[in-house]
């Protein structure tokens, strides 16, 4: 393995997640609602199981909105002009992300609910 390949390739993915923060808001509203997540489980104190569940679906939206903006920027590229197939795409993408998020809010209520009414 070529080090200074991986180190090079590393920096390009996290250029890519700079430039997807700074540039799409989405993006940036998932992970603060993920971070208010994260917080709310450590003061609940889940168990290491609701950990890993909670930690893979933060994981699924945020890689989802991640391909769903590449997808974006690719159909951007390739025609400004209006295309149902270009639409589709750019739909199906983006509805990815919102099924992935409204299954992250119920995987959230399952997890957390408990922990609220116990208090």
């Not at 989802?64 to 974006?72: S, Y």
């Not at 149902?84 to 399952?110: E, N, Q, R, T, W």
Request: hydrophobic share 60%; charged share 20%; net charge positive.
């Amino acid at each position: 393995m070529n080090w200074q390949k991986e180190k090079k390739r590393f920096a390009c993915a996290w250029a890519g997640m700079r430039t997807a923060i700074k540039e799409e808001e989405h993006l940036r509203v998932h992970i603060a609602l993920a971070v208010v997540a994260i917080a709310a489980a450590a003061v609940a104190r889940i168990s290491k199981w609701e950990w890993l569940i909670l930690l893979l679906t933060v994981g699924s939206v945020i890689t989802l909105e991640l391909i769903n903006t590449a997808i974006e920027r690719v159909v951007n590229l390739m025609t400004t002009d209006f295309h149902p197939l270009a639409k589709a795409a750019k739909d199906i993408a983006a509805a990815a992300v919102l099924f992935a998020a409204i299954v992250a809010v119920a995987i959230g209520i399952i997890i957390f609910l408990p922990y609220m009414i116990d208090k």
